[in-house]
């Protein structure tokens, strides 16, 4: 009895954890609307791969993205982040509206960075809250961050990030 006891936990924990990694796959920004473009996003698919995009309305930023795989562990997401989109060159200049220290980075070249052996980065992770009025009702912590899940579908926003 003991025995098929033990089984049967070993087989719930195994549903749980299956579970606890497909409600995680979708969209999911670190605001709860969309504005002139997306904020932090991640993207996080069923196979395990993931990608996340940087703050599409901050013109100064020199990395855009990184990509790789994905895994939960206890109260943990573990990324192994694989590639990395760089901009370099360019040049910092003042906005079209002349704002003082809202420059914007022009003329840098989109530059992609393996990374052999992948970087690993750990970051705490909560449970997956349902009782937001935005988004999809749902949200969660990633690194102290509230992210909002924005769509379940990746595959289908995928173009609005990398530009196809």
Same mark, same amino acid.
């Given at each position: 009895? &003991? ?6 936990? $070993? ?16 969209? =999911?920004?670190?605001? #709860?609307?969309?504005?002139?473009? =997306?904020?932090? +996003? ?8 993931? &990608? ?11 990395? +855009?993205?990184?990509?790789?795989? =994905? ?40 530059? +992609?960075? $393996?990374?052999?052996?992948?970087? #690993? ?8 809250? +349902? ?17 909002? $899940?924005?769509? &379940?579908?990746?595959?289908? $926003?995928?173009?609005?990030? #990398?530009?196809?």
């Amino acid at each position: 009895m &003991k025995k098929f006891i033990l089984i049967l936990l $070993l087989f719930s924990s195994r549903i749980l954890f299956a579970q606890e990694n497909d409600s995680l796959v979708g969209v =999911w920004q670190d605001n #709860e609307v969309v504005a002139a473009g =997306w904020s932090n +996003t991640f993207l996080i698919f069923k196979d395990g791969t993931f &990608k996340f995009f940087y703050n599409q309305m901050d013109m100064r930023k020199r990395e +855009t993205a990184f990509s790789g795989t =994905w895994r939960v562990g206890e109260d943990v997401l573990n990324l192994e982040v694989k590639e990395s989109n760089l901009l370099e060159g360019g040049r910092l200049v003042k906005n079209e509206n002349g704002e003082k220290g809202d420059s914007v980075l022009i003329d840098a070249v989109s530059k +992609t960075v $393996l990374h052999n052996p992948p970087k #690993e980065v750990e970051v705490s992770i909560s449970k997956i809250y +349902t009782d937001s009025p935005y988004a999809m009702g749902k949200y969660i912590y990633i690194d102290a961050i509230k992210f909002f $899940l924005m769509s &379940k579908n990746p595959e289908e $926003l995928l173009h609005e990030f #990398e530009g196809k």
